[in-house]
């Protein structure tokens, strides 16, 4: 996945800079809060997360305008949720999937590898 942004307009949150619309946008925030939450998720707790957004029954408060504090039910498509949200997020170093336990977790190898190509930046700069 490649990320563009720019450094003098950053938005406020990272959702969007990694995702390119709205909607996508919103689904991995409810995703996200979904993980922490439970902290640990099965591959059954996750397909019945994806089909309960491909239903459209995951009622869920979101922070956008005209709909804060408000309950509302979301819908993505079940395919599109695994290869437009978890899929890039896992890739990403986002969510880290055990292959063991097949289970998946919110994952800080995203951070370290942002700080890696920092440094892989000052190295080729310093040449």
């Known amino acids: 996945m490649v990320i563009l942004f720019d450094r ?3 938005p406020k949150n990272i959702f969007e800079i990694v995702f390119a ?9 409810v995703f996200v809060r979904f993980m922490r939450e439970k902290g640990e998720v099965t591959k059954t707790e996750m397909s019945m997360f994806a089909t309960r ?3 459209g029954k ?8 005209g709909y804060k504090g408000k309950e509302v039910k979301l819908s993505y498509n079940k395919r ?3 290869d437009r949200i978890l899929t890039p997020m896992k890739t990403m170093g986002m969510i880290y999937y055990d292959l063991y336990k097949k289970t998946y977790k919110l ?13 892989m930046w000052k190295k080729e700069i310093n040449k």
């Open 8 to 10: 003098f307009n950053l």
């Open 80 to 82: 599109q949720f695994y």
């Open 107 to 119: 994952s800080n190898k995203f951070n370290n590898d942002m700080i890696k190509m920092g440094i």
């Open 21 to 29: 619309t709205r909607q996508q946008q919103i689904v991995a925030k």
């Open 53 to 55: 957004l491909h239903d």
């Open 58 to 65: 995951l009622v869920t408060s979101i922070d956008e305008p």
